[in-house]
């Protein structure tokens, strides 16, 4: 299957700091990633939808000028959790697919956890 | 509103076969996936179904059922390493997926 690659694996950061998370397709064009948030024991939660070139579109309660996603290529996207909060810490995970119909491939999430 | 329905948590015994089964209500249907997360890993695909009917992989197999609106996910010989999470999700009208809340399975010796 495609290859998705998401870094760091896990961070530690400060109140009030920003930290920024990659997601890389490796082996495909993605136009369109994704971006979830999973707190412990619960499922996925769809914060936005990343369009190359074009802005994210933010699901409901997502807060756009905190969560910043840019999708500069085709197989990167980011996501810049701006001045972090403890309330923040969570597992992020991104996925991108080859095609509309077709199946997600997740990167290896990123575990963050505000001091 | 769209809505995806999985039991919470399952338990079953190792060599045994389970069946988690997923109903689901969406506007529209481009397809439905199966995958497994473990505890703090990101999911992994594990199948995809779009018309009816039986699709095997080893030894899971997922079914569906698009006039009910369910599938299941089989597991058969079942190990300690299939203790995971299962996620259903259903592509939507707009090619959206919607997720279901996981079912925890639980295997013991």
């Known amino acids: 299957g495609a290859v998705v690659s998401q870094h760091p694996s896990r961070v530690i950061c400060k109140s009030g700091t920003s930290v920024k998370i990659e997601c890389r397709s490796l082996d495909f064009q993605a136009t369109t990633m994704f971006w979830y948030r999973q707190f412990p024991k619960q499922s996925l939660m769809l914060m936005a939808t990343?369009?190359?070139?074009?802005?994210?579109?933010?699901e409901q309660g997502v807060e756009k000028d905190k969560f910043l996603i840019n999708h500069a290529s085709l197989t990167l996207s980011t996501l810049t959790v701006t001045s972090a909060h403890p309330e923040d810490s969570s597992f992020y995970i991104c996925?991108?697919?080859?095609?509309?119909?077709?199946?997600?491939?997740f990167g290896q999430g990123t575990r963050l956890t505000v001091v | 509103g769209q809505n995806i329905d999985q039991p919470t948590e399952m338990t079953a015994t190792e060599g045994a076969i389970v069946q988690i089964n997923c109903t689901y209500q969406?506007?529209?249907?481009?397809?439905l996936f199966w995958y497994q997360q473990h505890a703090g890993e990101a999911p992994t695909f594990l199948s995809y179904n779009v018309l009816d009917g039986l699709e095997e992989k080893g030894r899971f197999s997922s079914f569906l059922s698009r006039s009910k609106g369910y599938s299941y996910l089989l597991l058969k010989e079942l190990q300690m390493k299939d203790s995971a999470s299962y996620l259903c999700?259903?592509?939507?009208?707009?090619?959206?997926?919607?997720w279901g809340a996981g079912t925890k399975l639980i295997i013991k010796p």
């Open positions: 996925s991108a697919s080859q095609g509309r119909a077709t199946e997600a491939f």
């Open positions: 999700a259903v592509k939507d009208s707009n090619y959206q997926l919607i």
């Open positions: 990343s369009n190359e070139g074009s802005k994210a579109t933010y």
């Open positions: 969406t506007s529209g249907f481009n397809g």
